[in-house]
């Protein structure tokens, strides 16, 4: 497995495009993460049914958030894709987020080429409001059982904004 810090750039995010790595396929239940000083993904943790992820989750490569773990994303697919995998992917919005008190970014992501929906995917409002509530509702509880509370959705930010925090997380993972 490569170190994907050293050999993926952030991607072109200013027109809207970032490379992004799977850590988590939609529907896992692994909480599988990126170990930065290892060049490895790691089991953390294994979490129950109810909790499995209703989207794909990754980071973009160097970069970090002010949780100090590289910028999160959600990758929107019809179909899990597997941990390890990366692809450039169009920005769509952000899902601002707070984890025990720390900023915790999720930048909404789709494949750049997705000829399944034609591309017709340029919004977050593209994939409807049931879409953003399940997502809240996942990020809400997903912690309840062992750390009840500790999570909030903030809410959520359109393209500029998603690239304003990419910017900073670029430049924090430079120093």
Request: charged fraction near 30%.
């Amino acid at each position: 497995m490569p170190d994907f810090n050293k050999v993926l750039e952030p991607g072109d995010y200013q027109n809207g495009k970032v490379n992004t790595v799977v850590e988590i396929p939609k529907g896992s239940t692994l909480k599988i993460e990126w170990d930065r000083q290892r060049a490895a993904f790691v089991l953390d943790r294994v979490e129950p049914a109810i909790f499995a992820k209703p989207v794909n989750y990754g980071f973009i490569p160097q970069t970090l958030d002010e949780d100090g773990d590289e910028l999160d994303t959600l990758i929107v697919t019809e179909k899990p894709l597997e941990t390890g995998v990366w692809l450039e992917a169009k920005i769509i919005g952000i899902m601002n987020f707070e984890d025990q008190g720390e900023a915790d970014h999720k930048v909404v992501v789709v494949p750049a080429d997705d000829r399944h929906t034609n591309d017709s995917i340029n919004s977050l409002e593209d994939l409807g409001s049931r879409w953003k509530e399940q997502i809240e509702h996942h990020f809400s509880h997903y912690k309840d059982l062992y750390k009840p509370g500790s999570t909030k959705v903030l809410g959520w930010g359109n393209v500029e904004e998603a690239k304003k925090v990419i910017e900073q997380s670029i430049a924090r993972a430079k120093k």
